[in-house]
């Protein structure tokens, strides 16, 4: 069975930095290209940013580039998030997928991991 | 970027009756080498994380029920939900997985009666 477990969220003041992870199981990793997509209280999706199964490609939303650094480990099944000079608007549930074999999009997703960021 | 229109942002609807959603990209999915649309569809229900019902705007991901039909080519997609379930109360989003950046819908809500 496929599972994306995220943890490192929490509250966090502006300007300051976060390390979110996400634990890969049921599947071979590092076969596999991953995303983040975050989600603000009551509002839509936006997806964050995309690593290739051997890191050679990564992307990134506008909003944080350069402030966000996508990374993995394959031999640890993990995918890491690396946010410095968080914004309020940075708040938001941050959902780990797998991509799908069949394009760019996300067939399974992680339960979130809540990042607030207030002073 | 690729903006993504979906309409209406609310539906409800009884049990059993049909429901269309409608989704606007701002320029073709269509890719001219292979001649698919990559455009998918994803339900969230209340609490939990998104789950992709459809991708190249008709494949259903295994396990989907078959009363979820997704069409259309170019820029224009729908997603067709026939006799609705009261299960299928969610937040339904498309999303364009044709290139980078990867953009969403805003979504709809679809209630239930």
């Known amino acids: 069975e496929v599972q994306l477990v995220e943890s490192g969220g929490g509250l966090v003041q502006p300007g300051r930095s976060l390390k979110l992870s996400c634990l890969a199981s049921?599947?071979?990793?590092?076969?596999?290209?991953m995303n983040w997509i975050r989600q603000a209280p009551g509002k839509g999706l936006e997806w964050v940013a995309s690593i290739s199964s051997s890191s050679s490609y990564i992307y990134y939303a506008d909003t944080v580039k350069g402030r966000f650094t996508i990374s993995r480990d394959n031999a640890k099944n993990t995918l890491y998030l690396q946010m410095t000079s968080l914004r309020s608007e940075d708040t938001a549930l941050y959902y780990c997928?797998?991509?799908?074999?069949?394009?760019?999009?996300?067939?399974?997703w992680g339960q979130g991991v809540m990042v607030t960021v207030s002073s | 970027d690729i903006v993504m229109t979906q309409s209406p942002s609310s539906l409800a609807v009884s049990a059993g009756e049909t429901v269309t959603i409608n989704c606007k990209s701002s320029q073709s999915l269509l890719s001219s080498g292979n001649q698919k649309n990559y455009l998918a569809w994803y339900q969230q229900k209340p609490g939990q994380s998104p789950k992709l019902l459809i991708y190249?705007?008709?494949t259903r991901e295994s396990g989907v029920p078959d009363r979820f039909i997704g069409s259309g080519s170019g820029t224009d997609f729908t997603l067709t939900i026939s006799s609705v379930q009261a299960e299928d109360l969610a937040d339904y989003y498309c999303q364009q997985h044709y290139s980078y950046p990867l953009t969403f819908g805003s979504g709809t809500k679809l209630e239930i009666k």
């Open positions: 190249l705007a008709s």
């Open positions: 049921g599947f071979t990793f590092s076969n596999y290209g």
């Open positions: 997928a797998r991509r799908h074999t069949m394009g760019i999009t996300s067939d399974y």
